[in-house]
């Protein structure tokens, strides 16, 4: 038996692109994965680019790699910083075996044989590929839905690591969902970059099918209890998309709308697509069509051209619409975008500043939306053990909740009730 280490950067899609690089090295090939590298004969790292950081400490992590493993070990780099440095990789780093670019994932087996290869085509139609089998949690399963990205965010490199925007036929995804549900996962849990826009473009040009129609075929499944997604565009939420959001009672009621600024003017260089006073007035249908949706956001500070009264008009938003949680970010400038050759660049330490007191502001904010959840009785789906004698698992609306208890909770759904809120989670004892 072979071994195979992988280390997984960035978003979900990536994690579910490495379930389908070890389905394909353990189910067709004879690798076993391990958590040692220094045992491994594989090493693997998928990388993310969204942000500069990670992509400077690739090649340390790949250098300490090559130091630590065994004699003979391959060592590969996948996903979106293989797709955007290719060969530059192997360039930099010799010992690299190959680069495998974030839409060629179903070429794994291929590459692992041809030393120096470099797959990163953006063309690659892996949109009917059907991989094997493998699932990191029991009780979740991650379906991609679409590959790729057609907008073209200024700030954005995703559309140039995983290329045009291309839909999963609708019959490979129930396909997969039945047989997760089957197999135990309750929550299917669909991913793309735009969720939102599929049915954009299939390989067999004559279908018309959109996300809304998707959810409804996914919702049919008997075994499927819960359906999550994410990213929806926000530009992409009108009112058939919300209703069907708000009424479906296997919807989760938590919704990831990334505003990424609350300046109209930012939103336009963005190329965002939207206005900030059209951000609010879907926000708050979302709220009044689905009462208590738990409503997460991405917001980047600092773009270029952001001032001051732009980046007010950001906290603007963050209080009017009481976002549950927040994932905030110092705009970083990426090769091959728009935005990194913009002459106005924001100085270091405003975005820094900025960063803090918009995380200083949602702190704040969070004792008060925590502090409602007080009493509150949510189903909560049991997925991990906790030290100290608690379980934990999600709420519908995506609250981490823990209560006291041990392995048959595990897999179950059960009311709690809230008597510990808390910022990053609620405590709560199971109530029925
Ligand atoms: N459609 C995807 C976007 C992937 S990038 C999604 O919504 O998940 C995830 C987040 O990273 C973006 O929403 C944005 O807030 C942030 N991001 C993207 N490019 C960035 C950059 N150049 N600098 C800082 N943050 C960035
Ligand atoms: Fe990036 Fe915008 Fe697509 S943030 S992934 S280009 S929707």
Redesign the pocket.
């Known amino acids: 038996m072979k071994k195979l280490y992988i280390e997984t950067l960035g ?1 979900a899609m990536n994690v579910r692109d490495s379930e389908h690089i070890i389905a394909e090295l353990t189910k067709r090939d004879s690798f076993q994965l391990t958590e040692e590298i220094q045992e491994a004969d594989l090493i693997l790292i998928n990388t993310c680019s ?2 500069e950081k990670p992509v400077h400490k690739l090649f340390s992590e790949i250098g300490y790699f090559n130091k630590v493993k065994k004699p003979g070990a391959k060592i590969g780099v996948c996903g979106c910083t293989a797709s955007h440095l290719g060969e530059e990789i192997i360039r930099r780093a010799p010992y690299v075996s190959f680069v495998l670019g974030a839409r060629n994932v179903s070429k794994i087996r291929e590459v692992i044989h041809r030393e120096g290869a470099v797959e990163v085509d953006l063309d690659h139609d892996e949109s009917q590929y059907a991989f094997e089998e493998f699932r990191s949690s029991p009780y979740r399963a991650y379906i991609n839905i679409s590959i790729g ?1 057609d907008k073209q ?1 200024t ?4 559309p140039h690591t995983r290329g045009e925007e291309i839909s999963i036929p609708p019959e490979l995804i129930v396909a997969e969902a039945q047989k997760a549900a089957r197999n135990g996962a309750k929550e299917i849990f669909l991913l793309g ?2 969720v939102n826009n599929y049915g954009r473009r299939f390989t067999d040009r004559d279908r018309r099918i959109d996300f809304t129609d998707l959810l409804r075929m996914v919702a049919q499944i008997d075994e499927v209890a819960r359906i999550r997604f ?2 929806p ?1 926000p530009l992409h939420m009108d009112d058939r998309f919300l209703e069907e959001f708000a009424t479906n009672p296997k919807i989760c009621k938590s919704m ?1 709308m ?1 505003l ?1 600024s609350g300046s109209s003017r930012i939103l336009r260089r963005m190329k965002r697509g939207y206005t900030k006073e059209w951000f609010l007035e879907r926000a708050a249908r979302l709220r009044e069509m689905a009462p208590g949706v738990r409503i997460s956001t ?3 500070v600092g773009f270029p051209g952001e001032e001051e009264s732009d980046f007010e008009e950001t906290l603007d938003v963050v209080r009017q619409v009481g976002f549950e949680q927040i ?1 905030s ?6 090769p091959l ?1 728009p ?1 990194k050759d913009y002459p106005d660049q924001v100085p270091e330490e405003v975005a820094s500043r900025r960063l803090s007191q918009l995380q200083e502001l949602h702190a704040q904010m969070l004792d008060a939306i925590a502090a409602r959840e007080k009493g509150k009785v949510h189903q909560v789906y049991f997925e991990e053990l906790k030290p100290g004698g608690y379980v934990a698992g999600r709420s519908d609306n995506n609250w981490i909740v823990k209560v006291p208890g041990s392995e048959e909770l595990l897999g179950q759904f059960r009311q709690v009730k809230i008597t510990k809120p808390g910022r990053l989670a609620l405590e709560g004892v199971v109530v029925g």
Not at 155 to 158: E, L
Not at 329 to 334: A, I
């Open positions: 978003c969204v942000r990205c965010c700030f954005c490199i995703v970059q735009n994410t990213s565009h990831h990334p990424q991405d917001i980047i994932f970010f110092k705009y970083s400038p990426r975008t935005a």
